[in-house]
C-alpha cells in the first residue's frame, strides 16, 4: 500500500511539472490596421488616388470643352465631316475611359500588393516574437471565429502591434 501511494506522490510530482505551453492570441485585424506601415500605405495611395482623381476630371473637362465646340459648330458642317468628328470623339471618349480604368486596376493591384505584404510581414513578426517568448502557440482571432474566447491575459493584440511600430522604420521600405 505504501508503494502504491509512493507511485502515486511520484507520478503527480511528474505531472505536476511538466511544462504548461504558452498560448496567446492576438486580434488580426486590430494589429494590421493599427500597423503604422499600413497606415502610411494607406496615406500614400489616398494622395496617389486623389491625384488620379484630379487629373482624371481635367482631362474629362477638356473633353466636355470639345464636346460642346463639336455640337457648336456641327450645324455648320456637312453631314459627312460632323459624322466623321462625332465617330472621332466617341473613339476617344472610349480610349480615355479605357486608359482610366487600367491605372484604377493597376493602383488597386498595387495596393493590394502592399497589404499583402504587410500581411506577410504581420505572420512573420508574430512567428518570431512567439519562437523568442516561448509560446507554443499564438492564435488569429477573427470575424470568422477562430478564437471565440481568451482571457486578457493572453490577449497579445496590443504588445505585438506596438513592438510591430517601434520596429517600422518609415524611411526604411521594409
Do not use: H
Amino acid at each position: 500500500m505504501k508503494n502504491i501511494i509512493g507511485l502515486l506522490l511520484i507520478a503527480v510530482l511528474f505531472s505536476s511539472c511538466q511544462e504548461q505551453k504558452k498560448i496567446g492570441f492576438i486580434n488580426n485585424g486590430d494589429v494590421i490596421n493599427d500597423y503604422q506601415m499600413k497606415i502610411d500605405i494607406e496615406a500614400s495611395f489616398k494622395v496617389k488616388k486623389e491625384a488620379f482623381e484630379k487629373r482624371m476630371d481635367s482631362i474629362n473637362r477638356d473633353f466636355q470643352v470639345e464636346v460642346k465646340a463639336f455640337q457648336l459648330a456641327s450645324n455648320k458642317m456637312s453631314q459627312k465631316n460632323a459624322q466623321e468628328k462625332y465617330n472621332e470623339l466617341g473613339q476617344k471618349n472610349q480610349q480615355l475611359t479605357q486608359q482610366f480604368q487600367i491605372e484604377q486596376q493597376v493602383m488597386q493591384q498595387a495596393f493590394a500588393s502592399e497589404i499583402d505584404s504587410i500581411v506577410s510581414k504581420v505572420n512573420d513578426f508574430v512567428s518570431d516574437y512567439g519562437k523568442k517568448n516561448g509560446y507554443a502557440f499564438i492564435l488569429g482571432q477573427n470575424e470568422a471565429g477562430s478564437v471565440m474566447y481568451g482571457e486578457e491575459i493572453s490577449d497579445l493584440t496590443k504588445i505585438i502591434t506596438d513592438e510591430l511600430n517601434a520596429a517600422y522604420k518609415p524611411d526604411s521600405k521594409e
